[in-house]
């Protein structure tokens, strides 16, 4: 049976950019588990022949045509940003590079 | 101070393996997955929509003529064409990322297993390409970009804060990644270098991109690893970016085997990290740790249906392909009339472009290779630019050129030219009215200043008239030094000795 | 007053005739809806926010295009609520949570865009489970809604605030959403119809997307013939939508005009095995077995089909949903719209702080589970073994929906597994919350279309229960037809609609 220790709970956490209380990591561990172990049931039912199906209608070659067509303004982008400057969304201090 | 190796040194005990991730911005009238303009300059967040913006509810439709600027790539670089394919999320958090996922492709590509053959000198051999085989080009999207403010020279360590715009947010990138490539020995940075230049000709030659590395339309990351000579294993590589120029290609390859060297030399192991190359100082500095911990945790983008190219529309666009690179320069070469060597240099050099258009305005090749070779080329490297970010057309040489042919100046003149043309003074006829460079041809000046150089130098003059014409040289340099080199010195020598005859 | 009411009471179709006739004005017709939103929304919590403004304003031009005679469709001038997913340009767009507190986006979806284009006035955006997660708007981060059956109950989710709006006369329609369950559920607590399209008849382009390959908007309404006509409003290819179908529509309007005549000869109807038994309330049971034999009577062959992989089809939905969820929440980090938080005690903090902070600050806990269970699907090593399996299962459950197409037209079943619970009842224990969702979850997986008809009171509590109709991919039409057909056969059984049989809302400031 699987587990997820809290320690992983926090790794996940981690990887979602969440800052989960100590409090939270407590109760969410146990929960998440008894989630877990009913999703789990799904390991093997299907063999290696059976494809996976990641859409519900088997649509393909879907395109747009390279043509420009009106967006926002500067002022409609901006106007949800929590701070601007110079008509650019302003955010904190990025540590670490560029990818 | 970092430790070196010698690079002769680092040879002798060790085999480098080079990976080259280059990345190409297409020039396509619109982002990838919307409609939004991708011209360059624009103010700030006016070219951005709910799509790249990553609203909340917006949703991606995907830019058929950059599926087929992809499968192009992927053809001119004999790559096979997936029957079908998906695009994938990329998901982690960065700013100037507004989904905090790219939409990318994963294990379905585009285009996969195919090869360059890159034209180099080989050593030992009669060969004179490379294969740089190619395992896989894939379709993307750009990020934004962000200001720093705060710091040091507006970089991001020790910002305070920074400032994003989404304009390039979404704009098409094709990913072109190489297998690893080995045997290089010491012709790695040469060879790393090559294929980036050669790479971007192809690019160019296709119509699908600028690709200027110097305006970030063509980006390459460079991998490398080492391993102890003959293992034939693959060590520990490193990713270096923020190489910005062919130049810094070649700088970046050469440094980390040295750095490489010296750390494996001493018994030491390499960091799996990605670094970032200072093209100012010549080094590399340690970035981000290139770890699995950034688990991008890759699936298959939901809101996007699978691309399935047409085995017409795969040969349809094959049908749109220009001249395999060997073959152009097979043909350019016997039209030319370039020896090995010359042919060598002028790919080598990033000129190979630059030569066709200039021959094309009508200079000839050999004067073609000359300037772009010599003149432009030295500018090029002291201006620490890319010859073709130099500001000097090819139209504007092969015009120098025929004013040369025509007698109105000399090679002397002529780079007198190319300082006027660099500075942006109008074009060539304009430079040589305003700087009055032209060649004297009236026989009356000349004959006046030959007069001048005879009275001035009766020894000279006098060895002449006794027949040793060997010393009109001495009276040809004062003629130009009065005449402030705009004469024709031929036309000087003849009027010397008719003189004193 | 009582003239208000009347229209408050009537349906759509029966507005649309009367606007049509000039019987009433649409800004009349807003007035009563936004005066009956006065009376009893402190009560029911359907709604977020109103714009009454905003509405009237809309209403005005409805009557003047009528007065022209140049109406825009039928429904032009026939006021509606959205659900506060879809992204509403100039009106707030909270999908429930904190983080969006106060975000107004600058553009509309798809559906709102063609409900303007049509004319209806958007009288405000209902309530919701944060980001569509739940199953009882009690995961809303501004407070659940109440079943207007029972104001001590759930309306269901996460479509709560839509339902209860069209059940409490607030509004004659509604637009709702469906990942797995969250238009029909409701609609089977609270005595309503809901429709889930095909996968790809509606766009999601601008709905905030919970679970990319499952979600679907729909009709919320009273009646089966409402549904239709809304549907045909919303529904067809959307370019700015790559899932959109590029088929036309079947007619559906026409479809539900067909079934109400109650015949049902030459339909055969499948009784899926797994999707009732055990787990399944016995009232709600008895329910769906009369509707079974109503149907039988009017016509209709009744085959039972086993789909054995249905049993499964939870475990796969808390696998994809959460996956797909936990990336699609990622954009929202505080720094391009939305909530920004600061960390407690951090002088100049980062951005992967105050992201960090913002997203613990705005995200509510059900929400917080199902990104952590998503990250954890989606993770190296895992992704095989969870997610992979998943979409496989997936393609085993649309196998045994085509097999059982093969020997039905179509399959029906209780659309929910008990009538409305009390609020609280099912809040600490989130896997009891997930299986309100096991006989509405198969439809998504396979992206089949699906109806719920109210289906009388269970006879133990006197609260709502619905039965569900399934059709194939592509055949809505089907589902409007013995929909439209079932709840005539119910009609003429209880004498009436069953909304009839609500008890009456006590309106604050009215005397009874």
């Known amino acids: 049976m ?16 969440i800052d989960l209380s100590d409090a939270e990591l407590d109760h969410l561990a146990p929960q998440l588990n008894v989630i877990l172990e009913s999703v789990a049931s799904i390991r093997g039912v299907a063999g290696d022949d ?12 879907v395109f747009r045509d390279d043509v420009v067509v009106p967006g926002l303004t500067a002022e409609q982008a901006l106007s949800g940003a929590p701070a601007h400057e110079q008509q650019r969304f302003a955010v904190p201090r990025i540590l670490g590079d560029e990818q | 101070m970092t430790e070196l190796l010698s690079f002769e040194e680092a040879l002798e005990k060790f085999d480098p393996a080079l990976g080259l991730e280059v990345h190409v911005e297409l020039n396509t009238a619109s982002k990838m997955f919307c409609g939004c303009p991708t011209g360059f300059g624009a ?3 006016t070219q951005v929509c709910p799509t790249c913006l990553g609203l909340p509810g917006a949703m991606p439709v995907v830019n058929r003529v950059a599926v087929e600027s992809a499968m192009r790539i992927g053809l001119a670089l004999n790559c096979e064409i997936a029957e079908w394919c998906r695009f994938a999320r990329k998901n982690y958090f960065y700013p100037d990322m507004p989904k905090n996922f790219q939409t990318s492709q994963y294990d379905e590509p585009i285009a996969f297993e195919g090869y360059l053959d890159v034209a180099v000198p080989i050593e030992g051999g009669d060969g004179e390409s490379f294969r740089v085989e190619i395992e896989r080009a894939h379709m993307e999207e750009d990020t934004g970009k962000s200001l720093h403010v705060g710091g ?19 704009i098409p990138l094709i990913e072109i990644v190489t297998k690893p490539i080995m045997g290089t020995r ?5 060879i790393a270098k090559a294929y980036v230049a050669q790479l971007r000709e192809l690019i160019v030659a296709l119509g699908v991109s600028d690709a200027r590395m110097d305006q970030g339309s063509i980006r390459a990351d460079v991998n490398l690893s080492l391993s102890p000579a003959g293992d034939g294993a693959l060590g520990t590589r490193t990713e270096t970016k923020n190489v910005n120029s062919l130049r810094s290609v ?35 500095t340690s970035g981000r740790e290139k770890s699995d911990a950034e688990d991008y945790r890759y699936f298959p983008e939901p809101d996007l249906v699978p691309v399935a190219p047409s085995h017409e529309w795969v040969e349809e666009l094959r049908s749109t392909l220009p001249e395999p690179p060997r073959v152009r320069r097979s043909r350019l070469q016997g039209d030319w009339g370039f020896s090995d060597l010359e042919m060598r240099d002028t790919i080598g050099a990033g000129a190979l472009g630059l030569v066709e258009e200039t021959v094309a305005a009508g200079a000839s090749p050999q004067a073609a290779r000359k300037w772009w070779l010599s003149e432009m080329a030295r500018r090029a490297n002291d201006a620490g630019v890319e010859i073709t970010g130099l500001g000097v057309t090819p139209a504007q040489v092969a015009e120098v050129q025929r004013l040369v042919d025509a007698g109105s100046l000399n090679d002397k003149l002529a780079r007198q030219v190319f300082d006027g043309l660099l500075a942006g003074e109008g074009t060539p006829a304009e430079i040589v009215a305003a700087r009055n460079l032209a060649i004297v041809s009236d026989d009356g000046a000349l004959g006046a200043a030959v007069d001048n150089a005879i ?11 006794d027949g040793k014409v060997a010393a009109a040289g001495a009276l040809i340099g004062a003629v130009m030094k009065e005449m402030r080199g705009q004469a024709d010195a031929g036309r000087v020598r003849e009027l010397i000795l008719e003189k004193l005859s | 007053m009582t003239s208000t009411q009347d229209w408050t009471r009537r349906t759509a179709a029966e507005l649309a005739d009367a606007l049509a006739a000039g019987e009433v004005t649409s800004v009349e017709l807003t007035q009563a809806h936004l005066d009956r939103i006065d009376a009893v929304d402190g009560a029911v919590h359907a709604f977020l926010h109103v714009d009454a403004e905003g509405a009237l304003a809309k209403a005005g031009d409805a009557d003047e295009r009528r007065r022209a005679g140049t109406p825009r469709s039928t429904l032009d001038g026939v006021p509606i609520a959205v659900k506060d997913v879809l992204a509403t340009r100039g009106l707030p767009t909270t999908c429930g949570s904190k983080i969006l507190e106060g975000w107004v986006p600058p553009y509309d979806a798809t559906v709102v865009a063609r409900l303007r284009a049509a004319g209806l006035p958007i009288l405000g955006k209902t309530n919701m489970d944060e980001f569509a997660m739940g199953s009882s708007t009690e995961h809303s981060a501004y407070g659940p809604t109440h079943n207007p059956w029972d104001l001590t109950r759930i309306p269901g989710g996460s479509g709560g605030g839509s339902a209860a709006a069209v059940t409490a006369f607030e509004a004659p329609l509604a637009i709702g959403t469906d990942t797995g369950g969250s238009i029909r559920q409701p609609a089977a607590v609270t005595g309503t119809i809901g429709v889930k399209p095909t996968y790809g008849g509606v766009s999601r382009y601008g709905l905030v997307a919970l ?18 006509l809304l549907h045909e409003v919303i529904g067809g290819h959307d370019p700015l939508d790559s899932t959109s179908v590029d088929k036309p529509l079947p007619g559906l309007v026409e479809a539900a005009r067909l079934g109400a005549t109650g015949d049902l000869t030459g339909v055969t109807i499948g009784v899926v095995t797994e999707l009732g038994g055990e787990g399944y309330q016995s009232g709600v049971l008895a329910r769906f077995q009369e509707s079974v034999d109503l149907m039988v009577a009017a016509g209709a062959e009744v085959v039972e089909v086993s789909c054995p992989h249905f049993v499964h089809a939870l475990a796969a939905y808390y696998l994809i949903l959460p996956a797909e969820a936990s990336s699609n929440l990622a954009k929202f980090d505080a720094m391009r719209y939305g909530l920004r938080v600061l960390p407690d005690g951090v002088e100049s903090p980062s951005a992967e702080e105050v992201m960090r902070a913002t997203r613990d600050a705005g995200f509510g806990d059900e929400v917080k589970r199902r990104i952590i269970l998503g990250t954890y699907a989606l993770s190296s090593g895992y992704y095989d073994a969870y997610y992979g399996q998943a979409q496989k299962v997936r393609t085993l459950i649309t196998r045994d929906f085509e097999a059982a197409f093969a020997k039905a037209d179509v399959l029906v079943s209780p659309t929910a597994p008990t009538t409305a619970f009390k609020l609280g009842e099912k809040l600490d224990d989130p896997l009891a919350m997930y299986l309100n969702d096991l006989a509405t979850i198969p439809a998504n997986l396979a992206g089949v279309p699906g109806i719920s008809v109210p289906s009388g009171l269970a006879v133990e509590d006197g609260l709502p229960t619905g039965v569900q109709i399934l059709a194939p991919a592509l055949a809505d039409d089907r589902v409007y037809r013995v929909g439209a057909a079932l709840e005539a056969l119910l009609a003429r059984e209880w004498g009436g609609p069953l909304m009839d049989q609500a008890p009456p809302l006590v309106e604050e400031g009215e005397s009874a």
């Open chain 2, 43 to 45: 103010d700030p967040n």
């Open chain 3, 211 to 228: 679970a990319n390959s499952l979600d679907q908007a729909g009709p919320v309404t009273r009646t089966v013939l409402d549904a239709a």
């Open chain 1, 50 to 61: 059976v494809p996976p199906t990641s859409h519900a209608i088997p649509l393909t070659n």
């Open chain 1, 2 to 17: 699987p587990e997820i220790t809290r320690d992983e709970v926090a790794h996940l956490a981690d990887l979602a950019r």
């Open chain 2, 186 to 190: 010491d012709q790695a940075p040469e």
């Open chain 2, 250 to 284: 070649e700088r970046a390859v050469r440094y980390e085997m040295r750095r490489h060297a010296a750390i494996l030399d001493g018994g030491g192991s390499i960091l799996q990290e990605t670094r970032h190359w200072h093209e100012d100082t010549g080094i590399t």
């Open chain 2, 455 to 465: 009275a001035a130098n009766p020894d000279v003059a006098d060895k002449i008239r």
């Open chain 2, 152 to 170: 040091a020279s507006g970089r991001i360590h020790g910002a305070d804060y920074s400032l994003v715009d989404y304009n390039r947010a979404g």
